[in-house]
């Protein structure tokens, strides 16, 4: 998705997180991935409208800072905080190419960055910045497109969202996802191998990076049944890394 698109969304995007999907195996995982977050720092990049900012502090962070290249998406975020103050903060930033700040972070978050880069060159600029916004051992934990997802698979608009190749790009399939919202949102992106995501971090200085793949929760087994979602488990379109930095 360009700039643009983002801007066009603004905190619409925040309905995302109702869907199916996103409401119940994505934020589960990746939450529970992120674990215990007390009196940490953590760095949390393409955030669009903070919410896994908020989801941050809420796991007991003690300093957030959300970055996202959307001028509308930082707005949106910063309204958020203002209706229901967390004390996040957020700032207008492009994650292929982070300044430098004046501290180094415990934890970095990615939430559907890696993604955007359209070439392996892109992705390991991407990763050096984020290595570079680490204090040594400082954990990063990024949400991304599976490598191993089958577009050929049984249809996942049950879950709230279509994807559809539209091409090949240098670092795989180009892919349009339509979220099911009640205006429908489509954006384009890419699903990266999982090479090119591997090489791109350990380039950077990453070390100990480790696939981690999105459960069910109980509660949305509760909600839709076990077997609403076996085709999920069976294909996910989503997976999780993480890894330290050297």
């Known amino acids: 998705m360009t700039v643009q698109q983002y801007d066009d969304i603004g905190e619409t995007y925040e309905g995302f997180k109702s869907l199916p999907m996103a409401r ?17 720092s953590v760095l949390d990049l393409a ?23 959307s001028d509308t998406m930082v707005a949106a975020a910063w309204g958020i905080e203002r209706r ?4 996040v903060r957020y700032l207008v930033g492009d994650g292929a190419d982070l300044p430098l700040f004046d ?36 954990e990063f934990f990024v949400l991304t497109q599976a490598p191993d997802f089958r577009f050929d698979g049984p249809p996942t608009e049950k879950y709230g969202f279509r994807y ?29 191998r999982r090479e090119v995501c591997e090489g791109a971090l350990w380039a950077a200085g ?10 069910v929760p109980e509660d949305g087994v509760a909600k839709y049944g ?3 979602w076996e085709d999920f488990l069976a294909n996910p379109p989503l997976a999780m890394l993480r890894c330290t930095a050297g």
Not at 84 to 87: E, I, K, T, V, Y
Not at 115 to 135: I, K, P, Q
Not at 208 to 215: A, F, N
């Open 226 to 228: 076990a077997e609403f």
């Open 24 to 40: 119940y195996p994505e934020s589960d995982s990746f939450l529970r991935m992120l674990g215990d977050l007390s009196g940490k």
């Open 164 to 192: 559809q190749p539209v091409g090949e790009g240098e670092v795989g399939p180009r892919v349009r996802i339509t979220a099911l919202l009640d205006s429908p949102v489509e954006f384009v992106t890419n699903y990266p």
């Open 84 to 87: 229901n103050p967390l004390g």
């Open 206 to 215: 990453f070390r100990d990076v480790t696939w981690v793949p999105l459960e």
């Open 103 to 138: 501290q180094r972070f415990d934890v970095a978050t990615a939430v559907y960055l890696l993604n955007y880069a359209d070439d392996a060159a892109t992705m390991e600029w991407m990763c050096r910045g984020v290595h570079r916004s680490l204090r040594p051992g400082g």
């Open 47 to 69: 955030c669009g409208t903070g919410f896994y900012s908020r989801q941050a502090k809420r796991l007991g962070a003690a300093e957030v800072l959300g970055v996202d290249v």
